[in-house]
């Protein structure tokens, strides 16, 4: 039976001696339309992962803070420090939007800063350990995932 459907939908005849050629453009669609789904699903496990995390569910709910968090956590796993100007210029808001959203960060414990030691005038940005950890769980749950969607 599965066979007569996938020669019904990967198969077509060739000539009249009924010859069969495989027919690659409808099994790639098919595929494409399985890996889409997978990746459908992987974004609604990161939703309902993250409607069930508050520090996540407070840094996503703008994607500008969501990028500044990342940027952070990024440079920190890379061993680089990240200045406020250096975030300014990466999250493409204004530099007084930006400067309120790492404020508010620092405020609820999700970033620090810390005096650059070559210019005392910058101040460098750093994850606190509490999102650390909140970040290395949540990575954790997407590697999962992607094993288990088989991306």
């Known amino acids: 039976m599965t066979n007569e459907i996938i020669r019904a939908n990967f198969y077509k005849k ?5 010859v069969e050629e495989f027919n690659f453009l409808e099994l790639d669609k098919k595929i494409k339309k399985i890996d889409s789904i997978k990746v459908i699903n992987l974004i609604m496990s990161y939703v309902d992962y993250r409607d069930s995390n508050k520090m996540l569910k407070y840094v996503s709910r703008n994607i500008s ?3 500044l968090c990342l940027l952070v956590v990024k440079n920190y796993v890379s061993l680089k420090k990240i200045s406020e100007r ?13 400067n309120t959203y790492i404020k508010e960060l620092i405020e609820i ?4 800063q810390e005096s650059n030691p070559q210019d005392k005038r910058k101040k460098n ?13 949540f990575i954790e749950f997407l590697k999962k995932k992607i094993n288990e969607v088989g991306i």
Not at 14 to 18: A, G, Q, S, T
Not at 86 to 96: A, D, T
């Open 14 to 18: 060739k000539n009249k001696l009924d």
């Open 65 to 67: 803070i969501w990028k």
């Open 86 to 98: 250096e975030i300014i210029e990466n999250i493409n808001c204004s530099p007084m939007t930006a």
């Open 125 to 137: 940005i750093l994850p606190t350990k509490a999102f650390l950890n909140e970040m290395a769980i």
């Open 109 to 112: 414990g999700i970033i620090y």
